[in-house]
């Protein structure tokens, strides 16, 4: 991880999820200059931005991918010594407030899955509709790529990454299409793999569902990029981060992610009092205070305005004491 210096981009066409709404439950959090927020997935900058122009707190952004930093430090040039930018995953968050001198933090967001830059540039992979690279490397300067998982894990491995990550109910059809097809030539472009996906589904099931090569997609790039993994670690780590009154909200997009999201929340969110007890004894409270009654959901009329917003699940917590 290091710090990124700012760049000189045009300020990118983004159209940030439930922007009104993070910004509204955050802020009440971020009063003070001296408090802290953290984007942990800072993309293009729209909900820090939005932050910064807010409230008077400070801003610690964090991206693995280099492009997203450029472009966002662009975008926050601006805000001056309020924005410090990090190239780092966000499961690194602790080191990176460590390196900052920064103890707690008043504020965290985070915004999961693959971001708008990723998607709407084509090279780089991550997309089955139009052919490029086979990539989907949420840092493209660092770590084994989809081609790489592609060729190179076994038909069992194969598998399990689409069963378990994309909930495919084809996946060993698939995957033993798959290693058919590359003994006689890798896989090195979206197009042909999108192909064999849709050729290895029945046709009746093609027929419904959307594209037929959407959930081997998403399988492949929550593998390449660790995402649940990297999600497990950075979760309890950002909790822990937040000071007494800080606050957290976290937007995924698939049922994976939100159920991390929910069960560490609910678990922090729960005393271990026995309901039978007729008081919760001082230091049995829980630590968290959830924000949202389950998870949110976009609006229609925002779905209709960004379609990005369409799968989203926002749920967020205030931490209401340190733990025992």
């Known amino acids: 991880m290091g710090r990124v210096d700012r760049g000189s981009s045009p300020q990118p066409a983004h159209v940030p999820v439930l922007l009104e709404r993070c910004v509204g439950l955050l802020a009440p959090a971020l009063t003070g200059p001296d408090d802290v927020v953290v984007d942990c997935t800072l993309g293009l900058g729209g909900h820090a931005e939005a932050l910064l122009r807010d409230t008077p707190a400070r801003l610690v952004g964090l991206d693995r991918d280099p492009e997203a930093l450029f472009r966002s430090g662009a975008r926050l040039e601006a805000y001056g010594s309020r924005v410090t930018l990090v190239h780092a995953v966000y499961d690194a968050l602790p080191g990176v407030l460590a390196d900052l001198g920064i103890g707690r933090v008043q504020g965290i967001l985070f915004d ?90 029945p046709a009746a099931t093609r027929r419904t569902g959307g594209h037929p090569a959407k959930r081997t997609f998403q399988a492949l790039r929550i593998e390449v990029n660790d995402e649940l993994g990297v999600l497990r670690r950075a979760l309890p780590s950002a909790l822990d981060a937040l000071s007494v009154g800080g606050r957290i909200v976290v937007m995924s997009y698939q049922s994976l992610e939100d159920k991390i999201v929910k069960t560490e929340l609910v678990r922090r969110s729960t005393s271990d009092v026995p309901v039978d007890l007729p008081f919760v004894p001082e230091g049995s409270q829980p630590e968290l205070t959830l924000l949202v009654r389950g998870s949110e959901k976009a609006t229609a009329a925002e779905v209709l305005a960004n379609p990005r917003a369409q799968s989203v699940r926002l749920r967020a917590a205030e931490r209401a004491r340190d733990a025992a």
């Open 112 to 201: 999961l899955g693959v971001s708008s830059l990723q998607l709407d540039e084509v090279a780089r992979g991550f997309a089955y509709a139009q052919d490029a690279p086979l990539d989907m490397r949420m840092d493209p300067t660092t770590g084994p790529s989809a081609a790489d998982v592609v060729n190179g894990y076994d038909g069992k491995a194969l598998a399990r990454v689409l069963k378990d990550y994309g909930d495919e109910r084809f996946a060993s059809r698939i995957a033993d299409a798959i290693v058919r097809e590359r003994v006689r030539d890798p896989f090195t472009h979206t197009a042909r793999l999108a192909e064999l996906v849709r050729t290895s589904i």
